[in-house]
């Protein structure tokens, strides 16, 4: 075969992510380049598929080329059953596109390349009538999904063949962009499906001694700012921040309870009317030209502009605890607790972590990271990383 045209149907928790224990692989479909159609039940169904499985491998050994859209969801459900496609070269129509179009259009859908070049559309019954009604894949009528999974696989290949088109008369530079972008995809697949293997032990210690870093900062913050309302101690809050350093006005919304309900969805419970207090607080700090934000009477707080205040020895000491703070918060939240909370919302397997790297996102076309950011993590995490080597 010249070419194949692979989709899969999955389950639909944490939008059908491979490496999620729950999820399962419902429905392989496969368009060949001699517009043959097959369609395997997978998990759809309660059965034994080590046959469907079998007769997939001897399909895709003889394939030259993959078409996908959207590949590595796709290779990595493959991956995951034990297919090997390790001969075969990749043509990710998604990524294609994003190159097409100068990297300007980031994540398209399939829908969105076929409209882009006057093809058809899915079919939108899967998706309207039983996912965004919280109907998991198995619980769609088989006649139903088959149609749909058929459907995807027609207009991904009416997409590949014209986009086959538009590159054969691409200068030859940005044909090798592609190809080397293929190339790369499987690269990017493979440091996926590995995933990084994390010390959850060891984050919750961090994250322990983090805690009581933060506490004590706390402490001597809202001593320093002992004046204030209780309202305005809350040093995420940009716009409280701003106003317990640079002066001004802040609005807290107290509820007061006015009675209860006496009919209704609602009998018994309080009744409550909201009333607005404003607290006018003084200037302790001088704005650094240029800090002042496009709402009025409020001024930035981020690192660089805490940093770049002139004050005496004394008060730096106060500036700089806020900036700890918010790096401390920032490595419980984002990543001790953090990547615990995506570790175990995601339904990940043992101690890893599956991030995904994009190629097309960054309009620069960079890689970008997601679910989690793997790019930037901070030096705290090197030792919380652990090798299998």
């Known amino acids: ?40 039940d997978i998990e759809y169904s309660d059965h034994n598929y080590a046959g469907h499985i079998a007769v997939i491998q001897e399909i895709i050994n003889d ?75 198995t619980e769609v009528p088989i006649e139903i999904l088959t149609d749909y999974l058929v459907q995807d696989l027609s207009l991904t290949e009416q997409v590949y063949l014209k986009q086959v088109e538009l590159v054969a008369s691409a200068p030859l530079s940005l044909q090798r962009l ?19 293997k994390m010390n959850f032990q060891g984050m919750i210690y961090a994250s322990s001694t983090t805690n009581e870093q933060i506490l004590t900062i706390k ?36 509820r007061t309870v006015i009675g209860v309900y006496k009919t209704g969805a609602k009998i018994g ?36 502009t805490l940093r770049s205040i002139k004050v005496q020895k004394e008060s730096r000491v106060i500036l700089n605890q806020l900036i700890e703070l918010s790096k401390l918060e920032k490595l419980n939240n984002t990543y001790y607790d953090g990547f615990r909370t995506l570790h175990e919302t995601k339904d990940w397997e043992r ?7 994009n190629q097309v996102v ?8 997601s679910a989690p950011n793997l790019q930037n993590l901070p030096p705290e995490m090197d030792n919380l990383i652990e090798t299998r080597f």
């Open 63 to 137: 394939a030259k080329t993959l078409v996908l859209f959207n590949a590595k969801f796709d290779l990595a459900w493959l991956l995951r059953y034990g297919i090997d496609f390790s001969h075969c070269r990749i043509w990710d129509c998604q990524l294609v596109h994003f190159i097409l179009s100068g990297q300007q259009a980031v994540f398209p859908s399939l829908n969105q390349v076929a409209e882009c070049h006057q093809l058809g559309t899915k079919l939108d019954i899967v998706k309207e009538e039983y996912w965004n009604k919280g109907l998991d894949t």
């Open 178 to 196: 592609i190809s080397l972008s293929n190339q790369d995809l499987l690269v990017l697949l493979e440091m996926e499906n590995n995933g990084i």
């Open 219 to 254: 402490e001597n913050l809202n001593d320093f700012f002992r004046d204030a309302p209780d309202y305005c101690l809350d040093y995420n809050s940009g716009d409280n921040l701003s106003t317990l350093l640079f002066g001004g006005k802040i609005i807290e919304p107290v």
């Open 1 to 40: 075969m010249d070419y194949l045209v692979i989709d899969c149907e999955t389950s639909t928790f944490q939008k059908g992510n491979a490496y999620s224990k729950r999820n399962k692989l419902c429905l392989v479909g496969i368009k060949t380049s001699d517009k043959s159609d097959y369609c395997f």
């Open 362 to 369: 960054a309009r620069t076309g960079r890689l970008s990271s």
């Open 269 to 304: 419970q309080d009744r409550y009317r909201v009333s607005l207090v404003e607290h006018v607080l003084p200037r302790r700090f001088e704005p650094p030209r240029g800090s002042n934000l496009k709402k009025e009477g409020f001024f930035a707080t981020n690192e660089a």
């Open 351 to 357: 101690d890893y972590i599956y991030g995904q790297f």
